[in-house]
């Protein structure tokens, strides 16, 4: 996992907010390869139910694991989930699936993602999070 990105020397506040971005999503990814030393449990899904809430979107427990009912304005908070939790696939399933996928997954590895476009409500499922 790289480093930090380095804050731009000018201050346009476009690249600031640019610059910003990036090194959050870096410090994410930074996160979620600490998380990836261990087993998904109680406390990673703890926190990954405490990151959801941070950025406003509520997760469902079902047995196909945590299940979020994103709006599309939620793509980016899906894909800091998708970095700071690294277990396993993220299924993007129904309607808008390939567009949410293509926001979601912004500089993330594109084979994590599985996207099943369909007629039916937009859901997000991270399997690997299941809780009994």
């Given at each position: ?16 907010l640019a610059a910003a971005e990036a090194r959050h999503r870096a410090a994410l ?41 994103p709006e599309v304005r939620h793509a980016g908070a899906i894909g800091d989930l ?41 859901i997000v499922v991270f399997p690997d999070y299941v809780t009994h």
């Amino acid at each position: 996992v790289a480093a930090l990105p380095a804050a731009p020397d000018d201050r346009d506040p476009t690249a600031l907010l640019a610059a910003a971005e990036a090194r959050h999503r870096a410090a994410l990814a930074l996160l979620g390869a600490r998380r990836a030393t261990r087993d998904v449990g109680p406390a990673i899904i703890a926190s990954f139910l405490e990151a959801a809430a941070e950025r406003s979107l509520s997760v469902e427990r079902r047995s196909e694991g945590l299940v979020l009912e994103p709006e599309v304005r939620h793509a980016g908070a899906i894909g800091d989930l998708a970095r700071a939790f690294p277990h396993g696939a993220v299924v993007i399933r129904g309607r808008g699936a390939r567009r949410f996928a293509d926001v979601a997954r912004r500089d993330l590895d594109a084979a994590r993602f599985v996207v099943e476009e369909s007629g039916d409500p937009l859901i997000v499922v991270f399997p690997d999070y299941v809780t009994h």
